[in-house]
């Protein structure tokens, strides 16, 4: 998203002295902007002239009203539409419309359409996405979306925020470099995919009884293979994706695709990057092709703010800035962030180089987006969410969720058996580090005002006396209060360090360059766990894993947790889980590479398979080989669960046609289309789908919440994965409780793998499912 609007955002606190007058100013710049009703057109009751128009009539339908208005539109009205700051149309009584809004993680400032005032301060500010999609619970994601949503609208309705929000970011996190790995779900396709559904579908469906209504309008972004913000001088808006077509449809491409499918999203994003030589905002075949006519999106495709910009200025891919107008909307391109569409449109049209149909289309898919968001019914007091205002943001349930997102997050990566510390047994706790007791860290990026922080310190501080120090300035940590730092240790019953980083390590804009902690963190650390009285507990706060092995193998150290950036309640979390309040269930969901891993990858490599012709590793937890210091899927619980298999298939027979190749010369795979896919035989189950159905066992002696994941290890054809996960449920189970947990597998969509060039095929043979440490043998045949 938008280079500049990050970087004004962070601006210095004014200093005192200034402080009066710049309020002074501020208000009385609210006051002359203060608005406190939302905008929207057809106010017919304040204009009755406007009820004659077909598009302001609410009982045709949709595509009629949307073709009325076109139809009434000059060509400079309707590439005012184009563009994410929409002129009005003052004699139809249109308002100017700001399409760019953010919704990450809680109502966002990011964005021109939304903003807090005295009215609404503030908005429930949920934990980073990588720590929520360490859940692995889909209806938590959609709870989430659900409360954001109901914000926003709360928010939309006195003036404050706009309908369609940009978010979610459901790029996979290829490499743990990347300085917006913290937005995203993680490595894997199926976690991301059912994040990106999820979450899509808490923000968009509404309570009413028509499914083509939008509550806000989600867009996943950024469509696709963007993962390079700024390494080494490579920046997003230079960098071609040179991108398999395997990799593209089995790792790229599927949560998008499931957005698209199973989430309904009304917009998907292109990216500033080209993929292939292509910038993605640019390429016919990704946006018409796929988007639209493969996946049938319905809604909007936006560019990035601004690759139109980008695609001409940065790459030079067009000799004219009207060429680029035009190929972009060409390709599929409906609105454009930034004004660049407004701008050079006009004479792309007058060129020739594109027709005014394409621009009728475009702005009719940003119409129908705007349609179904009651946009064109008149006063949305009078509408569905009507109700919804400053009292429903904020609420103490709302807080509440962002709280036990965390607690539902949070990752246990080591427990001598120390955890959790009873409260009763602890005198003094110390509590150090650059992160112990931050606030604004604690919500990352693409964030909003939250309603309040409670700190690490403060949580901890909630439940036993603490002593504190920072022991560095900040998380670069350049000089670390060594002597101070062990000093508290020495004196306290334990020692909880909360390090890790912060947007000023990774971020927008922004890769790393290595996996150590950074500056002197590793060394303060590790001092205080020589100079500590009683056990040492790390928390690491970060988006992207590190290369923390010293303290992994430092057996003063008791425990580790990765907390993420947790949010607003973060603290409260924290304190939950290190004093047992919450048995902690958090899973990886990327893996934790050494430093040794990144010296031996270009981030540009865009390859997920090993070539053992160079010695490349291959990446995530599907192709890497590797050592890891910790493993995807990993984290651990209070409490012990233990695994039995109940009903798997041992074979799966599939029907062939007669004339099938298969039938008469050695096949290793078979197409994941045909009539077998249809009417496959199973030895196990009927039908071309079969269960496995596993018992889980609390066989602790207290409560807990235990993630169980259903991965296969498929037959090595056509470079398949090493593994990769089929499946996953969380469930709760309390002291020596057992449960059921069932799969379904469908063999042609779960079971097969992507060839070489992007079809799929069932591998026959041996199949490895594995739940835990049990195997499985599943042999497919003809
Ligand atoms: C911890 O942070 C909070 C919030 O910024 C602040 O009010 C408090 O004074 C800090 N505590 C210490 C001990 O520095
Ligand atoms: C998943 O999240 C929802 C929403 O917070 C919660 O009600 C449910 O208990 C969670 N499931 C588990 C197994 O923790």
Not at 377 to 400: F, H, M, R, S, W
Not at 512 to 519: A, E, H, I
Not at 525 to 542: D, E, N, R, Y
Not at 632 to 648: M, N
Request: hydrophobic residues 35%; aromatic residues 8%; contains cysteine.
């Amino acid at each position: 998203m938008g280079s500049s609007s990050p970087l004004t955002r962070r601006s210095r606190a004014p200093s005192s002295v200034f402080l009066t007058f710049i309020c002074f100013v501020l208000c009385l710049s609210y006051s002359s902007n203060a608005q406190s009703s939302p905008v929207f057109a057809c106010d017919v009751a304040g204009n009755p002239s406007l009820a004659a128009y077909g598009f302001c009539n609410t009982v045709l339908k949709i595509e009629y009203r949307v073709a009325d208005l076109v139809a009434r539109l000059t060509l400079q009205e309707k590439i005012g539409f184009l563009v994410s700051k929409a002129n009005g149309v003052t004699r139809l009584g249109i308002p100017t419309y700001e399409w760019w809004s953010e919704a990450l993680h809680g109502v966002s400032y990011v964005g021109p359409g939304t903003h807090f005032s005295g009215q609404v301060p503030g908005a429930t500010s949920f934990p980073q996405v990588i720590l929520t999609a360490a859940s692995f619970n889909v209806s938590l994601f959609q709870a989430i979306g659900k409360v954001v949503s109901t914000e926003a609208r709360a928010m939309y309705n006195v003036g404050l925020a706009g309908l369609t929000y940009w978010s979610p970011n459901v790029n996979i996190f290829r490499d743990p470099r990347w300085g917006r790995g913290q937005e995203t779900p993680g490595e894997d396709p199926l976690l991301s995919s059912k994040y990106a559904s999820g979450y899509v579908k808490g923000l968009q469906e509404t309570d009413g009884s028509d499914a083509n209504r939008l509550k806000v309008a989600a867009c996943c972004k950024h469509y696709t293979a963007y993962d390079v913000d700024n390494w080494k001088g490579i920046e997003r808006y230079n960098f071609n994706a040179v991108v398999n077509q395997q990799d593209m449809d089995d790792t790229y491409q599927p949560p998008f695709k499931s957005c698209v499918i199973d989430g309904n999203v009304a917009s998907v994003m292109c990216s500033y990057n080209q993929v292939n030589g292509k910038p993605t905002c640019a390429d016919p075949d990704l946006l018409s092709g796929v988007i639209r006519g493969e996946w049938k999106l319905n809604g909007y495709i936006v560019s990035d703010c601004d690759s139109v910009d980008v695609l001409y200025k940065n790459q030079h891919y067009t000799k004219t800035p009207a060429e680029a107008a035009a190929i972009s909307i060409n390709a599929g391109l409906d609105l454009n962030c930034g004004s660049f569409l407004g701008q050079h449109t006009e004479e792309a049209v007058k060129a020739g180089l594109v027709k005014e149909a394409a621009i009728d289309k475009a702005i009719s898919n940003n119409f129908m987006t705007l349609m179904r968001l009651g946009f064109f019914d008149g006063d949305p007091k009078k509408q569905i969410y009507g109700g919804l205002g400053p009292k429903d943001v904020c609420t103490t349930a709302n807080q509440e969720l962002a709280a036990e997102a965390a607690r539902q997050g949070i990752v246990l990566l080591k427990n001598n058996g120390c955890l959790p510390l009873s409260p009763t047994a602890i005198k003094t706790l110390a509590v150090i580090g650059p992160n112990a007791n931050v606030t604004k860290t604690m919500i990352g990026n693409y964030e909003g005002t939250p309603c309040k922080y409670t700190t690490p310190l403060q949580g901890l501080a909630g439940t036993v006396s603490t002593t504190y120090l920072p022991g560095c300035s900040n998380v670069a940590c350049a000089v670390a209060d060594v002597a101070a730092a062990t000093k508290l240790a020495a004196a306290a019953d334990a020692t909880v360090l909360v390090i890790g980083a912060d947007q000023s390590i990774e971020a927008e804009s922004r890769d790393r360059v290595d996996l150590n902690l950074p500056g002197q963190q590793q060394e303060l650390v590790t001092q205080v766990a020589k100079a500590a009285k009683g056990p040492v507990f790390l928390v690491i706060m970060s988006g992207g894993g590190f290369d923390i092995t010293f303290a992994k193998n430092d057996a003063k150290i008791a425990g580790i947790l990765w907390v993420g950036y947790p949010g607003e309640a973060g603290g409260i979390a924290i304190a939950d889980v290190i004093f047992g309040r919450y048995n902690p269930s958090g899973r990886l969901p990327m893996t934790w590479y050494p430093q040794s891993y990144v010296e031996k990858v270009p981030m540009t490599n865009m390859n997920m398979r090993p070539d053992t012709s160079n010695g490349y590793p291959g990446r995530s937890y599907r192709f890497y080989t590797g050592e890891t210091v910790y493993a995807f899927g990993d984290g651990l619980s209070y409490t012990k669960f233990s695994h039995s298999l109940v009903k798997a298939p041992r074979l799966v027979s599939l029907r062939l046609e007669e004339s099938h190749v298969c039938r008469s010369s050695e096949c290793q795979s078979l197409d994941a289309i045909g009539p077998h896919c249809e009417n496959a035989v199973s030895g196990g189950g009927g039908g071309p789908a079969f269960e496995v159905h596993t018992k889980v066992r609390n066989s602790g002696d207290r409560e807990g919440i235990h993630t169980v994941f259903l991965f296969t290890t498929p037959p090595a054809v056509h470079g398949s994965p090493r593994k990769h996960l089929l499946g996953f449920e969380k469930i709760r189970l309390g002291k020596m409780e057992e449960a059921v947990v069932k799969f379904k597998i469908d063999i042609c969509r779960d079971l097969s793998v992507v060839d070489e060039i992007g079809k799929r095929k069932i591998a026959l043979g041996q199949h490895l499912l594995h739940v835990g440490d049990l195997k499985h043998s599943l042999n497919i045949r003809i």
